[in-house]
């Protein structure tokens, strides 16, 4: 039940002569417009800290594919990050190639990674599927320190990435360009999983996730499914990852702590599990609450951050995206179809 | 136009009356004259906030400068921002300090990777990043990177300082090492055997790594104590330290026990390990300990003291971290008077590149501070110690440059 | 043969340390069906107020008991107060609920208490027992205290009416309301005594690791795996699941694989035995009904 996938009552009310339906296309157009003149507007060092919170949003899409819609919970979408970055990190530094060419190669390891990674996750339900994860949070950093790859991985020093410039010729800045680009990726990603939760498959995944048996004798074959989502949310972490590697121009096994799988998983809860709009609501809260921790107290900013946390659960129970969804509908004056609450079957 | 020419009078007769100072007047941002602006980074939260209290021993000490009236009438503006030891965060956090918070320089941002992942950007900006504090070597490469100094004694020298110890006194030592698994234990490693030459594969009989989340290392000093070693080489940061002495002692296991520096604090370390099973720790000594009995009448353990209690009461005395704040935050305070009122990037640097026999009186008598254009390492030197079961006792010359 | 001695042995303490933490993680789960992250900082915190009691001169044994009784309180409190608004959440706001516990908890105890390491006494002799060489005398107490917590647990959750009633109203809250059971309370109770749990638990660990802000994060990562080893639901299970990840864990970084990634080779392993055993050892296995 994202907003996506609920359509709109069908009963065409217009306003100004344009339905509904219409309406959401311009407001889309034009938050997209807003999006792409943004790093015209604001500072170099803004528009990095926006950057981030576009990849954030990819990953959480991804996430939200495997955990929202399919009802895996994964506790561990920050080692396939890892995993892209490395990937695209040692693309770039010791084949020289081209950062946008990593993308892709980044995007298939992750896949068939998480696919493999899928197939054992199929035997594992709920707590137990979330601690196995977690586990592959927790051993990361220390593969990616291991002695006989290190010369791949660089080790505990990591490896540092040039920053590309914009090509063409285009006189923008570095920061401007990487920004415009992962736009550009963020959309594909997008489109990709629009495509894929509206139709056919993104009903197949919900059904799996809220009546695994009927689903199965409805004919879905859920272990193909259920592994399959896990490979294309891997491929979307991936993705990000890489992405996020170019952008900070290093990655080291630091980076990459089971913390970060966690924050990952409060995007979602944050932003709104099973909603493709929520991705963006997590991902500014990723990026931009613990800053605002850190403002408020030097003393104890995780505690600051904690309360931020609770508060966000107590008072948006469906996430961000389900509070936007309910207080547009009580706007519009439709009687809100009670709490939004897209959850069953334990996610 | 009158009043104009009432201005440009009164220029000319200041400009006359003190041209040197007027024509010294120099700023780059984050400088005027009221203010100089310093951004750091410090994990304050996460699995590596414990040090988080060197930045705020950091900010104690420029409040009491501040206090005094600043440097030259100027305020410090000291802001520390939290990057919970992350490379990504620091990443966004130094561009904050730099584009936003327009911070003249950078000073005593922590730890390896957080420092690799700025380490560029720094330098392709131009920007003093300076104090840095961490042990690696790479801070030292003016060549490359003229913008970066470190603070702390390189990891790598100090390791050399043990293998020559070993190599002295013990040369057919059997050496176990015990290190933890990241750029700092791995740096302090390479040192040692780097120091041992080609005795170095002969020597060293078993090295074994912990991870921060270990509960424990009791296993590796089971697993070390068994390769029949009489050395131990102990690369280990407090909490670590104190178990792995407690478990050498209670094992019966009495092996020649080198202690890094990062752990020789008698208080947060030792005490906890328990005195008694710290008797015979070598270590190479350069800062005064708080709580070492041999410094309680000096006058500087005295003014750290009454400072300590005046400016950062919620802190702990007992953690010698503070006091690596206290120094980072004096070198910086020294740069900024030797800077005088030329307050550009490049002078930062040419200042902090310019340090002549500086000896700071929390530093141990001898150990001075040096730099210059292509000497990029700031502490070279250090103390062989010894632990008597009450205080660190040193002996042999003071080692290194 | 003496040095595999020693891993062994050293391995059952550590277990033993894992194994009272998965315990608490149990209880929780057995009466709520959560999985409790904020466990381990807990259990930390509770250490500190037993800390702050025996630094101040009350004796060890009073400090104990006060800071078990406080702990079992405070998780009463924290169940009614903080849980309750998200008690029929999804699983993914309540696990969000839990991270925010852990950092405030491990934030504000460095703030309070600093993030210097603090040694917490023993309430055993300093001397082994039996003379033996392998075991201190803390670690094989902590053993014993450990196996008489799950003595203590087993005998209520089996024979008395109150523990009854709190398995009913974990397993069928609906069909428990029915029969009388006042399900809130009884989740609350889950939550006080894994408290409890968790306080014996951190103060065994104290002694042994150093106390400091970040003292049960590590072992709380041991702890899940002993939880997923010997089942989520099972406290059995859990206490086994810490000795067999303890044991594990030092054989394979001392004889296997090295240290570098013994952590790694140790969590593949639990994730081996899973899928073998989708509900750990002992755990129930989930059936669905249609």
Partial sequence: MNPAAAPLPAAPIRYAGLSARTWKAIGLAALLCAAAALPFLVSSYRTFQFNLVLIYAIVLLGLNILTGYNGQISLGHGAFYAIGAYVAAILMDQFGWPYWATLPVAGAACFVFGFLFGLPALRLRGHYLALATFALAVAMPQILKYKHIEHWTGGVQGIVILKPQAPFGLGITPDQWLYLFTLAVLLVMFAIGWNLLRGRIGRALVAIRDHPVAAEAMGVPAALYKTLAFGVSALFTGVAGALGAVVVQFVAPDSFTALLSISFMIGIVIGGVASISGAFYGALFLQFVPNFADQISKAAPWAIYGVFLLAFVYLMPAGVAGFVRLAWMRMRGLRGRGETSPHRAGV | ??????????????????????????????????????????????????????????????????????????KITFISLDDGYSPPRTVEQVRKLVEQDQVLFLAGTLGTPPNSAIHKYVNARGIPHIFVNTGATKWGDPKNFPWTMGFNINYQAEGGIYARYILDTKPDAKIAILFQNDDYGKDYVKGLKDGLGDKAAKMIVAEASYEVT????????????????????????????????????????????????????????????????????????????????????????????AWFRKYYPEGDIKDAFNVTGYLIAQGVVHVLKACGDDLTRANVMKQMASIRDLQLPMMLPGIKWNTSADDYFLIESAQLARFDGKEWVRFGPVLGK | MEAFLHQVFSGLATGGIYASLALALVMIYQSTNHINFAQGEMAMFSTYLAWSMIDAGMPYWWAFLLTVSISFVAGVAIERIIIRPVENAPVLSVVTVFVALLVIFNSVAGWIFTYTIKTFPSPFPEQPLFGNRYV??????????????????????????????????????????????????????????????GAVAGMLVAPIVYLEPNMMSGVLLYAFAAALVGGIDNPFGAVVGGFLVGVLENLVGAYVIGTELKLTVALVLIVGVLLFKPAGMFGRVFVSRV
């Fill in chain 2, 1 to 74: 136009m009158m009043k104009r020419l009432m201005l440009l009078m009164l220029g000319l007769a200041a400009a006359s009356s003190a041209p040197a100072v007027l024509a010294q007047k120099k700023y780059d941002t984050g400088a005027n004259d009221t203010e100089i602006r310093i951004g750091s980074t410090n994990p304050y939260s996460g699995p590596a906030s414990a040090y988080g209290t060197i930045g705020r021993t950091e900010a104690a000490y420029f409040r009491m400068i501040n206090d005094q009236g600043g440097i030259n009438g100027r």
């Fill in chain 2, 214 to 305: 270990d509960p424990t290392v009791d296993s590796q000093i089971v697993t070390l104590k068994a390769s029949g070693a009489d050395t131990f080489y102990n690369v280990t940061t407090p909490k670590f330290a104190a178990q792995a002495i407690r478990k050498v002692h209670d094992m019966d296991w009495r092996p020649l026990h080198i202690l890094n520096n990062v752990s020789l604090s008698v208080g947060s370390v030792l005490t906890p390990a328990g005195l008694d099973k710290s008797v015979g720790l070598i270590t190479a000594a350069y800062y005064k300990d708080p709580l070492d009995p041999q410094w309680q009448n000096d006058p500087a353990m005295k003014e750290y003291s």
């Fill in chain 3, 136 to 197: 201190s005398s803390h670690e094989l107490g902590s053993i014993g205290i450990t196996l008489l917590v799950l003595l203590a647990l087993y005998l209520f959750f089996r024979f008395t009416p109150l523990g009854l009633a709190m398995r009913a109203a974990a397993q069928n809250p609906l069909s428990s309301r029915l029969a009388g059971i006042r399900v809130g309370w009884m989740l609350a109770l889950g939550w006080g005594l894994a408290a409890a749990v």
